[in-house]
């Protein structure tokens, strides 16, 4: 899918609560605070900072829907396991990611992202277990992989699987936002997903 034109239409979390009822495939992006999400969609809609992005976790308290191409939204999640965040969020947290799981008719995919240097805890373990519990099969992305070195990043990998469970295949994919390595491949992904199928440079 080339890149035409995003469009941040729905913010939920603050001002409303009602999950937006779009009439497009949605594909969300789950993880702990701090992972990598709003860093991951920027790199797939090809801007520097559209989801704002910070070094603090804790950024994005709100479920941001990006619309892309007037044809696909990318759902930017609040992340998890900070514990620094006001205790109204905290509260909010758990039933509005449950209710948007359970509730939004046209959710194709949840992207769960896993930091390459860090074993899955309890709260990543939890996020895993709803995304299968409301009837979807998890798509991971292992981020920030430019912090390990090349050589170090099977172990990575394999240690994610073990800790999570996974036996066989799964969608598993690596990404860097610094050198945008996977980005494509994520891309390709979320295509085929969607049906927004072709090479980047067939349409425009
Ligand atoms: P919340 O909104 O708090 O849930 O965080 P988030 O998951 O959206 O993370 P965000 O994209 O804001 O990134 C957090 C920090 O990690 C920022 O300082 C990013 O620049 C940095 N970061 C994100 N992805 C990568 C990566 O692939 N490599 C490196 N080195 N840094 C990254
Ligand atoms: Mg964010």
New binding site residues.
């Given amino acids: 899918m080339k890149i035409k034109n995003v469009v941040l239409e729905h913010v939920v979390g603050v001002t409303t609560k009602e999950l937006p009822g779009t009439a497009s495939p949605e594909i969300a992006?789950a993880?702990?605070?701090?992972?990598?999400?709003?860093?991951?969609?920027?790199a797939l809609i090809q801007r520097k900072s559209f989801?704002?992005?910070?070094?603090?976790?804790?950024?994005?308290?709100t479920m941001n829907f990006y619309k892309v191409n007037d044809a696909v939204y990318f759902v930017?999640?609040?992340?998890?396991g900070?514990a620094d965040v006001g205790t109204d969020f905290r509260k909010s947290w758990g039933p509005m990611i449950e209710r948007y799981l359970n509730g939004s008719d046209n959710l194709k995919t949840i992207f769960l992202?896993l930091d390459a240097r860090r074993t899955p805890n309890t709260d990543d373990l939890q996020m895993y277990e709803w995304i299968t519990a409301a009837g979807f099969e998890p798509v991971i992305v292992v981020?920030?992989?430019?912090?390990l070195k090349r050589s170090q990043i099977p172990k990575a990998l394999k240690e994610i699987r073990n800790t999570l469970g996974i036996t066989g295949e799964a969608r598993l994919y690596t990404?860097?936002?610094?050198s945008k390595a996977g980005r494509d491949e994520i891309m390709e992904e979320i295509d085929e997903i969607t049906g927004q199928g072709g090479r980047e440079d067939d349409k425009d």
């Fill in positions: 992006f993880g702990r605070s701090n992972v990598g999400k709003s860093s991951l969609i920027n989801a704002r992005t910070s070094s603090s976790p804790g950024k994005t308290q930017d999640l609040p992340g998890y900070y992202l981020t920030k992989t430019d912090k990404f860097s936002a610094i």
